[in-house]
């Protein structure tokens, strides 16, 4: 079959001076299939991105091309202009952004929007463009889509968007169908429904799909061919069920042990230390991290062998005895702690609304238990968090704290409840003040709650807490925008975690990051739980994070609890259709 897109040798470094350019990406190579996708994992910072978007022909100001060829038919996209590359652009190969808010202009309704690609590159006008703008959102299957047209992007919800933008991607009917993690942050019946979508448009209309996700699971449903970066190079490549099933990397293997198990509760590894921050070309660029190092390791640079079929990987010691991760431990062990909080017909209200966000909630929660909650988007999960955090007042019932019932608002309860309950949010990049350094950050709490440590201790006592969540003191005087999400994430829970805590409310925290920062998160959490004797209510949208962290789980539906009860037996003997659903609707790398 012939490739609609081939990419050979690509590297591409970062100019940071005049004379200095960092390789990010080095020698990738592959090709995209006509009515297939590849799917190109990794974690953050890994060139995933970086190799996708310069595929197309896209760079930054400060990218530079320093070797390679992308082809597309009679075309090398890397010696295009911009003006040339505008030409193709939405017509022969188009992009779908991570966050259809941001990529969707805010001022223009989605109509209009819709209509750009088609009057500039197929010239359409009058009655051919409006049927092909309703036929576009109807394939995406957005509802009336005739009125739809009229509307603007803030009328519609997260997943909707994004369908709008996969709508507006496809409208020139591409060759190329670059994704790049369309789906993270959705809740999981919204993934898949926009997954099979972005199946059913590549089979139906013989596009050719590049696929950029760190979600294996996610890859190994939607994908036909995957392969895993790491420090800017392809470390393997093969068919997707090949590498899933017999990962021969060991950097593949880790990430394959850190994805939280659907069929089975088990426990979650994590990697240590940190991926390197440019392509590493004198020893394998996985040596300081790799249970299976060895010298020859750290004195070669491994090449890509074949390891099976149309399978290859770049490991000096593919074929060697792996070391056993049995030793891990299951998070989230059982408690018998008194009831620390106790719900009773809690509900609640927005602004405008008739209906209520939250209705008649119950839920009782033990002194150092773990307790998820999960549902889709606008189940109202986050919304009962922040009742209980005193940031929504409640409509309805009482919320009980150590037998006092709490006030609705957070400035009117005692200084010591608002101490022992904190909270902490799913996005750090809004919840952490952007001018404030991390030793103000973390150390605010202590100034606020602890009265045991002096002023002068403030910064000993932040450099600890850093300790525990497992960052160096030397971000002491870093500011966020000098961190990476997961970082910013381990931040968020040593601020948290400064107040001493009873009781932490943890609300979608791991749903934007890395399966391998994600598994560190779940980790620590756990264990800062069980170090301070912390009961934790974990919101997400993910049922295989919760069955992971959790003992006992209640799942949200319209604002409603339809089931709860222990996590084991909600996954094995389910009795709502709803949590049916979720579950059927998670990907499963072994499913």
Not at 240 to 252: F, G, K, Q, S
Not at 390 to 418: K, M, N, S, Y
Request: charged share 20%; proline share 5%; with cysteine.
């Amino acid at each position: 079959m012939t490739a609609a897109l081939t990419v050979r040798d690509l590297s591409i470094g970062y100019a940071v001076s005049k004379n200095v350019v960092v390789p990010v990406v080095s020698g990738v190579d592959f090709s995209l299939q006509r009515g297939s996708i590849l799917g190109l994992a990794g974690e953050s910072g890994c060139g995933k991105s970086t190799a996708s978007l310069a595929a197309i022909g896209y760079r930054s100001p400060t990218a530079r091309v320093i070797s390679g060829q992308s082809v597309l038919g009679d075309e090398d996209l890397l010696c295009l202009s911009r003006e040339q590359l505008r030409s193709l652009w939405g017509m022969k190969v188009a992009y779908v952004a991570q966050n259809a808010t941001t990529a969707l202009n805010p001022a223009l309704r989605i109509g209009e929007q819709i209509a750009q690609p088609l009057r500039r590159h197929l010239g359409l006008s009058g009655d051919a463009l409006r049927e092909r703008q309703a036929e576009l959102l109807e394939s995406v299957r957005i509802a009336h889509p005739v009125a739809a047209l009229r509307r603007y992007p803030h009328q519609f919800s997260g997943g909707q968007q994004q369908r709008i933008a996969i709508a507006i991607a496809i409208s020139c009917r591409p060759d190329v169908l670059v994704l790049d993690e369309p789906t993270t942050g959705l809740d999981v019946t919204t993934q898949a429904r926009i997954t099979r979508l972005l199946r059913e448009l590549v089979e139906t209309q013989g596009m050719a799909g590049l696929y950029v996700s760190h979600d294996l699971a996610l890859l190994s449903k939607v994908t036909d061919s995957l392969a895993v970066m790491y420090a800017g190079e392809i470390v393997e490549r093969g068919a997707t069920r090949d590498v899933l099933t017999h990962p021969e990397h060991p950097y593949t293997r880790a990430l394959m042990a850190s994805v939280p198990s659907l069929r089975e509760r088990r426990a979650v590894a994590t990697i240590p230390g940190r991926p390197p921050p440019e392509v590493v070309l004198d020893q394998c660029s996985f040596a300081v991290r790799c249970p299976m190092v060895a010298d020859i390791c750290r004195e070669q640079h491994p090449v890509l062998a074949e390891v099976g079929a149309d399978h290859v990987a770049r490991c000096l010691r593919v074929r060697d005895e792996r070391p056993s991760t049995s030793s891990l431990r299951l998070l989230g062990a059982p408690t018998k702690g008194d009831v620390l909080l106790s719900l009773r017909g809690v509900s609640a209200t927005y602004a405008g609304s008739r209906s209520p966000v939250i209705a008649d909630i119950d839920l009782d929660v033990a002194a150092g238990e773990t307790v998820g909650i999960v549902g889709e988007s606008g189940s109202g999960k986050s919304t009962l968090l922040r009742c209980i955090a005193g940031l929504h007042v409640p409509a309805g019932g009482t919320i009980d704290f150590r037998g006092t019932a709490l006030q609705g608002r957070a400035d009117r309860r005692p200084r010591e409840t608002r101490r022992q309950i904190q909270l902490v949010f799913q996005n750090p990049e809004t919840s952490l003040n952007p001018r404030h350094t991390v030793a103000q950050i973390v150390g605010r709490p202590l100034r606020l709650f602890r009265p045991d440590i002096g002023r002068r201790q403030v910064e000993a006592a932040v450099a600890k807490l850093l300790d525990e969540v497992q960052l160096p003191s030397a971000f002491l005087h870093r500011y966020p925008s000098e961190l990476s999400g997961g970082q910013k994430q381990r931040i968020s829970l040593a601020r948290a975690f400064a107040a001493e805590p009873s009781l932490l409310l943890c609300d979608e925290v791991t749903s934007a990051l890395d399966v391998s920062v994600q598994a560190t998160i779940l980790r620590l959490i756990d264990d800062l739980a069980r170090e301070h004797g912390t009961a934790v209510i974990f919101v997400s949208h993910d049922l295989a994070v919760v069955r992971t962290i959790t003992q006992r789980a209640l799942v949200m539906k319209d604002g409603q609890v339809v089931e709860s009860g222990l996590t084991e037996t909600l996954f094995t003997e389910p009795e709502h259709d709803y949590t049916r659903e979720l579950i059927g609707a998670i990907p499963d790398i072994a499913g």
